[in-house]
């Protein structure tokens, strides 16, 4: 084996471990009997987190994000992101959000514009570092797109998505 497929070994054995990190995370936050929050969230000291976090991830982004305090039924509690009024009003665009589940700190990155108006992946992954260093946990969303098989007896065509960041 030479350098180079060496060096791609290790970057697959590395994606692998941190996806399998994501998956106990998944499984840790996951919950039989509640669906849309756990019976222990407190919606409040959670929004004066995603408050705290603001500010150091709008100079990563280098652009104000909005908290969306208008979540309900659902299993994510709030969307901090940049949103902008497209060309085909009235339609919205979501250039970049953070979506914070109200299970154990999950977070996930998702956006709805074209792709040249998406941020960048250097931008994405300075986001992520912060939001783990934050003590929240991350999850990339080809992840979430997995069937779900946890604890809760959702529909068999559910996915991790819907679970933990999508309204019920």
Same mark, same amino acid.
């Given at each position: 084996m030479n350098m180079t497929q060496t060096q791609l070994s290790g970057k697959l054995f590395v994606k692998q471990i941190i996806q399998e990190q994501m998956r106990q995370w998944l499984r840790e936050a996951d919950d039989s009997e509640e669906l849309d929050c756990p019976a222990t969230f407190d919606y409040e000291a959670a929004i004066?987190?995603?408050?705290?976090?603001? /500010?150091? $991830?709008? @100079?990563?982004?280098? @652009?104000?994000?909005?908290?969306? @305090? #208008?979540?309900?039924? +659902?299993?994510?509690?709030? #969307?901090?992101?940049?949103?902008? *009024?497209?060309?085909k009003s009235p339609t919205w665009n979501t250039i970049f959000a953070v979506r914070f589940s109200t299970f154990g700190? $999950?977070?996930?990155?998702?956006?709805?514009? /074209? #792709? #040249?108006?998406?941020?960048?992946?250097?931008?994405?992954? @300075?986001?992520?570092?912060? *939001?783990? +260093?934050?003590?929240?946990?991350?999850?990339?969303? /080809? $992840? $979430?797109?997995e069937r779900y098989d946890g604890r809760h007896p959702l529909s068999a065509n559910a996915n991790w998505f819907n679970r933990f960041f999508d309204y019920i």
């Open positions: 004066r987190e995603v408050e705290f976090i603001k /500010p150091r $991830l709008e @100079r990563i982004v280098g @652009r104000e994000l909005q908290i969306d @305090r #208008d979540v309900q039924d +659902a299993s994510f509690f709030t #969307d901090l992101g940049w949103i902008q *009024l497209s060309d700190k $999950l977070t996930t990155i998702w956006s709805v514009c /074209p #792709d #040249d108006q998406k941020v960048s992946q250097n931008v994405m992954v @300075r986001v992520t570092k912060e *939001l783990l +260093a934050s003590g929240y946990r991350h999850v990339d969303k /080809p $992840l $979430l797109c």
